[in-house]
């Protein structure tokens, strides 16, 4: 465990251990929950399809593509959940590759209506 004040800035580093030099990390997706084994009952997105769900996430420049890093500002459930968990789905693309999910970026799905 990691023990953090309320509201404390997080900063987050992913790393692709790999020998192929020609991939590279995008985060995608990542969940907080007060339970470590539920992510669905009781859940916060932090970022989906790449896009920031919570106002105080953001993307940092990496030094290399296999890195990814990111942070947010610590928060918690209700008093009555001491522990936040997070689950990240990260993905890993051939570097270079422009038309993969690594370079595609924020991807927001629009409803269209049912009248058009």
Do not use: I, W
């Not at 990542?30 to 916060?44: E, I, K």
């Not at 932090?46 to 990496?62: E, H, I, M, R, V």
């Not at 789905?89 to 991807?107: A, E, F, M, P």
Request: net charge positive; charged share 20%.
């Amino acid at each position: 465990p990691y023990y953090v004040d309320m509201d404390q800035n997080l900063f987050l580093q992913a790393s692709l251990h790999s020998s192929d030099r020609n991939l590279t990390l995008f985060v995608d997706t990542c969940v907080a929950s007060p339970n470590s084994s539920d992510f669905r009952t009781l859940a916060y997105e932090l970022t989906k399809s790449g896009c920031a769900s919570d106002k105080t996430y953001s993307l940092f420049p990496s030094p290399r593509p296999d890195v990814a890093r990111f942070g947010f500002s610590s928060f918690s459930f209700v008093s009555r959940f001491p522990s936040v968990f997070l689950r990240c789905q990260l993905d890993v693309c051939r570097l270079h590759d422009y038309s993969s999910r690594c370079y595609q970026g924020c991807v927001s799905r629009f409803r269209r209506n049912a009248d058009s």
